[in-house]
């Protein structure tokens, strides 16, 4: 199947696009036998693992959202790791910082296993073995090290839950406990203490994946979905609702009024996002009054039509004032390295949708030499900042760049976006959903048009206390090639700092149910995803 699987397909009977070939084929694979969405994106993330590795890793993390056909109503299951329990261990970062470089010692709990876990418990009908069979078959086809390690790990739960007596919700738990309280646990603790993290057993018996409600804004008759702000989702949310007051589809597609007005709603929404977006565990997170009426038409204000803003404008939703001091910084050298992210977005016969952005950001961390588990640098997501809502805490989520986008019409899902690309990826599904929705463009088309993009924002991925030394480039936009010269120069006119990307910006993934239940599935071929559908 891997081989007759392009980049674009439709179908009645499922779809799934996302990064590797043999991902897409594990979850129209699970499709194909009558699986559930959940069923199939939990054995597409599990081969993303192998695909997708460096994107992605078993150990690391993967927002997930899931809308449900027959109750209509979306669900988010938070699918990342947390920081160490012990305060002696958070004191210790903020005595010799987070490091930014790759470090064993970034490393938060891993939460793709345990999401997996949970999503085939609470809404699949297959058993991990069955959902992780694609995965083991493409690591036995491997030639890496660690690939018969991880094998056997995988092959130690399967076991695991077959062994296990009960409900098959009940065998998947004796699976997870393995993973997270058991052996395999036990194994990692070992390792970490070879490699210098502090996380322990204690940390990896208390972690849970969340079920929450997204955060939803509604945009021309369709709800739009996201997770909340443990990731940047909500920063999409911002933007549409500062972009109702334009007629898009009027101004022409990327035309210089479009691509400027996108990007001065982008640097005020994500202004908001630096200075109160985190955990909202641990921090009161004013998500509420930053998406009202009044709030969005003082931000609105600020979008001058004819110039680009060089400043950051964060406003203060607290006082209801459209600005807290603006502040003019330089640019930043972007020093910190970053392994990217990887994409899933899948849909049954049924019409329940599931849209996923699996990552790990390895940065030179390796496979673990027992067990192949790998895990990532993701406590760099916060910061050290005694002040900051983003800071370090016990126990915390960082806040992740990670943000997958369901839409919805009355319930029903319509739409779903992945899109990997760090500080980009929201930025990449405003320009696909905006290509869809205000432009009529199917999946194929919305994926690969000309997209643009600004540094006008802080590095999420520099753990630096300092956030102004964190901001990465006032003023900057990035276009594609495709995007005319005239429209480019225009937009220099106008104090945009114009560069040309002639490779991709952002990495997306996007399906689409017709009123015909036809499922249109793309991904970016140039970015390297792919998609499949059945008949």
Not at 15 to 42: C, F, H, K, R, T
Not at 251 to 271: D, I, Q
Not at 420 to 435: I, K, Y
Request: net charge negative.
């Amino acid at each position: 199947m891997t081989d007759e699987i392009g980049w674009c397909a439709s179908g009645r009977g499922g779809a799934v696009a996302a990064g590797g070939a043999g991902s897409v084929a594990a979850g129209l694979e699970l499709l194909a036998e009558g699986a559930n969405a959940v069923d199939a994106a939990v054995a597409t993330i599990l081969a993303l693992a192998v695909t997708d590795y460096g994107l992605f890793a078993i150990g690391g993390e993967a927002p997930f959202m899931f809308s449900d056909a027959t109750e209509r109503r979306v669900r988010v299951l938070s699918g990342v790791g947390r920081a160490p329990l012990d305060p002696a261990a958070i004191a210790g970062y903020y005595e010799t910082g987070i490091p930014d470089q790759g470090s064993y010692r970034a490393m938060p709990v891993p939460g793709a296993p345990h999401l997996c876990f949970t999503a085939l418990a609470a809404y699949g009908t297959v058993s991990f073995g069955r959902a992780v069979a694609p995965a083991l078959r493409l690591l036995e086809q491997g030639e890496l090290e660690w690939h018969p390690r991880l094998a056997e790990t995988l092959r130690r739960l399967v076991d695991a839950e077959a062994s296990a007596s009960g409900s098959r919700e009940e065998k998947l738990l004796a699976a997870r406990t393995l993973f997270y309280r058991g052996e395999i646990a036990r194994e990692l603790v070992a390792w970490y203490a070879e490699v210098g993290s502090p996380l322990t057993q204690t940390d990896l018996a208390a972690h849970v994946t969340t079920f929450e409600a997204p955060v939803s804004v509604d945009w021309r008759g369709l709800s739009v979905h996201k997770c909340g702000p443990w990731t940047q989702g909500p920063v999409l949310c911002q933007a549409l609702r500062l972009l109702e007051g334009y007629d898009l589809r009027a101004l022409g597609h990327l035309s210089p009024e479009h691509v400027h007005l996108v990007t001065e709603a982008m640097k005020l929404a994500y202004a908001d996002r630096d200075l109160y977006y985190a955990d909202p565990e641990f921090a009161g997170v004013p998500l509420g009054r930053l998406l009202t009426d009044d709030y969005t038409l003082m931000r609105r204000a600020l979008i001058d039509d004819a110039r680009a803003s060089l400043e950051r404008r964060p406003g203060d939703p607290y006082a209801m004032q459209p600005l807290t001091t603006p502040d003019v910084t330089q640019a930043n050298e972007v020093t910190t390295p970053i392994s990217d992210t990887t994409t899933c977005v899948v849909a049954d016969r049924w019409g329940n949708v599931v849209a996923a952005t699996p990552s790990c950001n390895l940065c030179g961390n390796q496979p673990d030499h027992r067990t192949g588990v790998v895990q990532g640098n993701r406590l760099r997501c916060m910061n050290t900042n005694p002040a900051h809502p983003n800071r370090l805490e016990p126990g915390k989520r960082p806040r992740v760049t990670l943000t997958p986008t369901l839409v919805t019409r009355e319930g029903r899902a319509v739409a779903a976006i992945s899109v990997a690309g760090g500080d980009v990826q929201d930025q990449t599904t405003l320009n696909a959903l905006l290509n869809h929705v205000e432009f009529d463009m199917r999946p194929a088309e919305a994926v690969t048009a000309p997209r643009f993009s600004t540094d006008h924002l802080e590095n999420s991925f520099s753990s630096d206390p300092d956030r102004a030394r964190a901001f990465k480039a006032p003023g900057t936009l990035q276009l594609n090639l495709g995007i005319p010269e005239a429209v480019r120069d225009e937009l220099a006119a106008r104090g945009h700092t114009v560069t040309i990307a002639e490779g991709f910006i952002g990495m997306p993934v996007m399906l689409s149910i017709g009123a015909d239940g036809t499922i249109h599935a793309a991904g970016d071929p140039g970015a390297g995803r792919h998609a499949g559908a059945l008949d």
